[in-house]
């Protein structure tokens, strides 16, 4: 089976055989347009040949022709996409991405009417320029000719399987993340859609995680190397796979994910929503709902520190072929925990959970002649973490304790930033050896949609050893008192972050 994994910057195909080992994997990446501030769009075309370039390579390492069969291919999406298609289904717009905020105004609107928490209360998608909900009153407002064009809105995977097999369909796991979809009664929710003007007939049908397609137009199964009868199923949101990609699906078991963003994330049995509107609830399936929080600067801030503050490592590594980020916290790693009383507020792209602020900057706090640039790395690394940790607070209120944190992500490969997530949590810090987990995720849900598994646990099986960072005690002291600092500056900053993030945009380039 191959699971494809449908990121912001690139596609991931992977290869599994029928032990779910890895056999092969391909990934081919594509821009994220940011042409002007706040932008974050994708090319359709560019995203629909990487999918079709990743799915042909490993197909061409499975070696068919020695008996080998695909038996399915599985996805795991990012959320929160919106493309406007004309009656001809003519794309109208570019893939509008999570990390466009170009909604911000209306979505401010929707949080001072009052009209934003009624609908969050329903959708579990909170207010944010993120979701689809606040790009289509933006389009609605900003770009009437597309709004009044529009006979459909899908996202990326529909608009994939739109391309691939002629249909019109959404797993309601990505339904769920789109601030339009009722989570209660599992249909469009006619608040939202009253509050955007759409009608139910503009937005796809809503499946399961557990359907799929077959008879792919025959051109593209003769570019894949697949016969076009070859399932394919929908899956689900890179989020809700991640928890079970790391065998989170238990009550109080966290996974947390860093990587260009992150998250962290607990699994329900039923719908659970934060009265203050601060964690989301998106679904896997019927019976596995994901709380958490999602954070929008995660490694993208550390390859901001590299590209900004360590040209000389950079350089250093392309010459001697290692990896930048190795040089990196070898040099964090000589700061002592707290970074001698440095804090930096990691906001350099707005922020999600759990401010919900898209007008939040970044910023170093506590800097004197002592702190270098090592100082500033490592407390890069500390904000970072501090942030998801601040999250994890409000997703306690909800949910209750966090029994256990299983980690994955870019970030994951760092012994030193998984030690700081155990000393700051004080709590063990397991990394499972599964670093393609949402690719795994997709597979386990092909398998129980074929009838092959009958329970989504048996992914335990698969995930392979895993290593436990242990809370080192010398450390807690530094970071139990710098956490309150750090959030309580949060909350001042956010009174002036609306200003100086309207300041930027008036005199960006």
């Known amino acids: 089976m191959i699971g494809v994994d449908l990121g912001t910057t690139s596609t991931k195909a992977v290869l599994f055989d029928d032990r779910n080992q890895v056999v092969a994997s391909a990934n081919k990446g594509y821009q994220l347009y940011r042409d002007i501030p706040d932008m974050a769009e994708e090319?359709?075309?560019?995203?629909?040949?990487?999918?079709?370039?990743?799915?042909?390579?490993?197909?061409?390492?499975?070696?068919?022709?020695?008996?080998n069969k695909i038996s399915a291919v599985s996805f795991s999406s990012a959320m929160h996409s919106l493309i406007a298609f004309d009656k001809n289904w003519q794309p109208l717009t570019r893939?509008?991405?999570w990390a466009d905020t170009r909604a911000v105004k209306y979505t401010e609107e929707l949080k001072r009417t009052g009209l934003g928490q009624e609908i969050y209360q329903k959708t579990g998608t909170p207010i944010?320029?993120?979701?689809?909900?606040?790009k289509l009153l933006w389009l609605k407002t900003e770009h009437e000719d597309v709004y009044n064009q529009a006979a459909h809105y899908l996202g990326i995977k529909e608009y994939l399987f739109h391309r691939l097999f002629g249909v019109n369909k959404m797993d309601i796991s990505l339904a769920s993340g789109t601030g339009l979809f009722n989570i209660f009664n599992l249909d469009w929710d006619e608040q939202a859609l009253s509050v955007t003007g759409l009608q139910k007939a503009q937005l796809p049908m809503t499946v399961e995680p557990y359907a799929y397609e077959t008879n792919m137009a025959a051109e593209y199964a003769a570019v894949i190397g697949i016969p076009a009868d070859t399932?394919?199923?929908?899956?689900?949101?890179?989020?809700?796979?991640?928890?079970?990609?790391?065998?989170?699906?238990?009550?109080?078991?966290?996974?947390i994910t860093i990587g260009t963003s992150g998250a962290i994330r607990v699994v329900a049995d039923h719908p659970v929503i934060d009265p203050k509107g601060r964690t989301f609830t998106y679904a896997l399936d019927k019976e596995h709902w994901v709380v958490g929080g999602p954070v929008n600067n995660g490694g993208d801030v550390f390859r901001w520190a590299r590209d900004n503050m360590f040209d000389a490592e950079k350089s250093t590594a392309a010459l001697l072929g290692t990896d930048a980020?190795?040089?990196?916290?070898?040099?964090?790693?000589?700061?002592?925990?707290?970074?001698?009383?440095?804090?930096?507020?990691?906001?350099?792209?707005?922020?999600?959970a759990p401010i919900w602020d898209a007008n939040a900057r970044g910023s170093f706090f506590g800097l004197n002649h002592g702190h270098t640039r090592a100082h500033m790395l490592r407390s890069v690394l500390e904000g970072i973490t501090f942030n998801v940790y601040m999250v994890s607070l409000a997703l306690e209120e909800v949910v209750g304790d966090l029994k256990s944190i299983q980690a994955t992500g870019g970030f994951a490969r760092s012994p030193l930033w998984r030690q700081m997530f155990a000393d700051i949590f004080e709590q063990p810090v397991t990394v499972p050896e599964a670093f393609e987990s949402g690719a795994l995720a997709a597979v386990i849900v092909a398998q129980k949609a074929l009838g092959q598994i009958d329970?989504?646990?048996?992914?335990?099986?698969?995930?392979g050893s895993a290593n436990t960072y242990q809370p080192m005690p010398e450390n807690f002291q530094a970071y139990r008192e710098l956490a309150p600092i750090f959030i309580r500056l949060s909350r001042q900053l956010q009174t002036e972050y609306e200003n100086i993030a309207n300041y930027q945009r008036k005199h960006s380039k």
């Open 128 to 134: 944010h320029p993120m979701a689809p909900l606040s």
């Open 325 to 352: 980020y190795d040089l990196m916290t070898q040099i964090a790693a000589r700061v002592p925990a707290g970074s001698e009383g440095l804090i930096f507020h990691p906001y350099l792209g707005g922020e999600r």
């Open 231 to 255: 399932p394919f199923v929908y899956g689900a949101g890179d989020g809700p796979l991640s928890n079970l990609g790391v065998n989170a699906i238990q009550p109080g078991v966290a996974a």
């Open 455 to 463: 329970n989504l646990n048996e992914i335990e099986k698969y995930i």
């Open 43 to 67: 090319d359709l075309n560019e995203i629909f040949e990487a999918l079709i370039d990743a799915l042909s390579d490993v197909v061409r390492q499975a070696n068919l022709s020695e008996g």
């Open 95 to 97: 893939v509008i991405t």
